[in-house]
């Protein structure tokens, strides 16, 4: 069975750039979830999807950070503008059932 | 405010010891425990799940729950150097709507 696919890997931009981050979930899984992780910190959850629904973007900026996930599969995270305290790796995991959780391979951030 | 609070260590045991990792959460509705693995610049990897009080056991890892005094912990048998890595504790309640919340992990190096 596939994992969780994202991409790309590493990314590096200016701040006040745009950078999208793509990710496809385990095949019939019908919640994702994008988390940042900062170095030294345990990941911290900024969307979760149930199919193509939002249930909970309390933690997302939304005055620079948005998701979707068009036809309950595929989901992209676009940041605009970057700032330095964006600089992270963005996680991608995928759930069955809402429960246990599997993660993508993360995209690692750097905003100079 | 959801917490969830593990010692950051390091921890450092000799292989063939027992490692004992803790977590404890503030939120008295948690009804789901879960251990990550996270190598160093890797993703989290689930390695144990656990959702009623007492212990489960899976090979040289062993999950506790306390669901009264608000504890979770793992014990890992046999420590190997391959078991060096950050562990993290997460902790969810139920239903699809109650969101993960991770701690900052706590590091665990196993010295030959």
């Known amino acids: 069975e596939a994992g969780v696919a994202q991409s790309p890997r590493y990314k590096i931009i200016e701040k006040r750039q745009s950078v999208a981050f793509w990710c496809n979930p385990i095949?019939?899984?019908?919640?994702l979830y994008w988390y940042q992780q900062i170095l030294g910190q345990g990941p911290k959850l900024l969307i979760q999807?149930?199919?193509?629904?939002?249930?909970?973007d309390s933690q997302l900026p939304k005055d620079r950070f948005s998701a979707e996930r068009l036809k309950g599969v595929d989901s992209t995270l676009k940041i605009q503008p970057a700032k330095l305290e964006d600089s992270a790796v963005y996680l991608c995991a995928s759930s069955l059932a809402g429960v246990e959780q599997y993660f993508g391979p993360g995209t690692r951030l750097t905003v100079t | 405010q959801k917490e969830v609070e593990q010692n950051s260590g390091p921890l450092s045991v000799p292989e063939g010891a027992i490692a004992s990792l803790n977590c404890t959460y503030s939120d008295r509705v948690s009804q789901s425990f879960f251990w990550y693995r996270q190598y160093s610049g890797k993703s989290p990897e689930l390695i144990m799940s656990i959702y009623s009080n007492g212990d489960k056991e899976d090979g040289r890892f062993t999950a506790q729950l306390n669901k009264a005094s608000q504890y979770v912990s793992l014990l890992i048998r046999d420590s190997q150097p391959s078991d060096s890595a950050t562990y993290l504790c997460a902790v969810k309640a139920s239903g699809g709507s109650y969101i993960p919340t991770f701690g900052r992990g706590t590091s665990l190096i196993v010295h030959p």
């Open positions: 999807f149930q199919n193509n629904g939002v249930v909970d």
């Open positions: 095949s019939g899984h019908a919640t």
